[in-house]
């Protein structure tokens, strides 16, 4: 893959081997791995967040981890800026910027941009959220080309789309593409790969994992920010809840890691179905 306004995309669910593939296409193609994952920029969480080893970012670069201190807050549109900077600079060094990791709202907002669709009147939104009957068929009625794009099931993107679509006259196709065109990705080459791996595989492979960091120091890291406020961010990571749990003395290590795999198990169940509706159009991958 020549470095030249071109970038990959590698995305899929905790555990999927997507940093492993990074790393490897990042030694081959001069490549710069830029992180995907909400809870990998904090500095505090290396180990529970799964972030890459010391050893793994001497080998090539990577961006945008642990660059944020636990106390702060962290959202969308600072990492779609933060990302789109570093994108920038691999191209002016040379390099394939490849960004990789589970958050698909980061990955969304890369390729299409955030939603500047108006004001939905609050009746408006009322009245389709509260429709009992056959929604999708009214967005096929209506909204069409939207339509084709999502799945039947996904009641909650159907909505949407029928809110904007009465509210504003627009297919919210319409706004996703006036949005996308100032993507810094708008006219480059992307290679998207999602990593598919079975679901069972996820949940052992997820569960290894827990007991690894335990094994690494996962409760002394939990120790060490159990002064910050709970309602941040970072205090929600799968396994901070739980192991700070065991530390207040309110539960057992041994139930505190099951509780976390417990919660590792239905995020992975969540990431499968977003990324289901979401990511139709990538490509295949494993580890």
Do not use: C
């Not at 959220?129 to 939207?146: F, N, Q, S, W």
């Not at 309602?231 to 192991?243: T, Y």
């Not at 207040?248 to 179905?273: C, F, H, M, P, S």
């Amino acid at each position: 893959m020549s470095p030249e306004k071109r970038a990959l995309l590698i995305a899929g669910p905790t555990a999927s081997g997507k940093s492993a593939l990074a790393l490897d296409l990042a030694r081959r193609w001069n490549g710069v791995i830029i992180n995907a994952d909400a809870m990998q920029v904090y500095s505090d969480l290396r180990i529970l967040t799964a972030r890459p080893l010391v050893s793994e970012e001497s080998q090539v670069p990577h961006r945008l981890y642990g660059h944020v201190g636990g106390g702060q807050g962290y959202s969308v549109a600072r990492w779609l800026e933060e990302v789109s900077a570093e994108i920038a600079r691999a191209w002016e060094a040379g390099q394939v910027p490849i960004v990789t990791g589970g958050t698909g709202l980061y990955f969304r907002a890369l390729e299409r941009g955030l939603a500047e669709v108006p004001e939905i009147p609050g009746e408006v939104r009322t009245r389709w959220r509260e429709h009992t009957g056959d929604v999708y068929g009214e967005l096929m009625i209506r909204d069409p080309a939207m339509a084709q794009r999502l799945l039947a099931s996904d009641r909650q993107r159907i909505v949407r789309a029928l809110e904007v679509i009465e509210a504003t006259g627009r297919s919210l196709l319409d706004w996703q593409q006036a949005q996308r065109a100032n993507s810094i990705l708008a006219g480059v080459v992307v290679e998207r790969i999602y990593m598919e791996v079975p679901r069972d595989e996820l949940y052992a492979r997820a569960e290894q994992r827990f007991d690894l960091m335990l094994k690494a120091g996962a409760l002394a890291e939990v120790a060490a920010i159990s002064h910050l406020d709970p309602v941040l961010p970072v205090m929600k990571a799968i396994g901070v809840p739980e192991l700070a749990a065991h530390l207040r003395g309110e539960i057992t290590l041994e139930d505190a890691a099951a509780q976390a795999k417990t919660a590792t198990r239905n995020y992975i169940k969540r990431q499968l179905t977003w990324w289901r509706g979401q990511m139709k159009h990538w490509q295949e991958g494993g580890p």
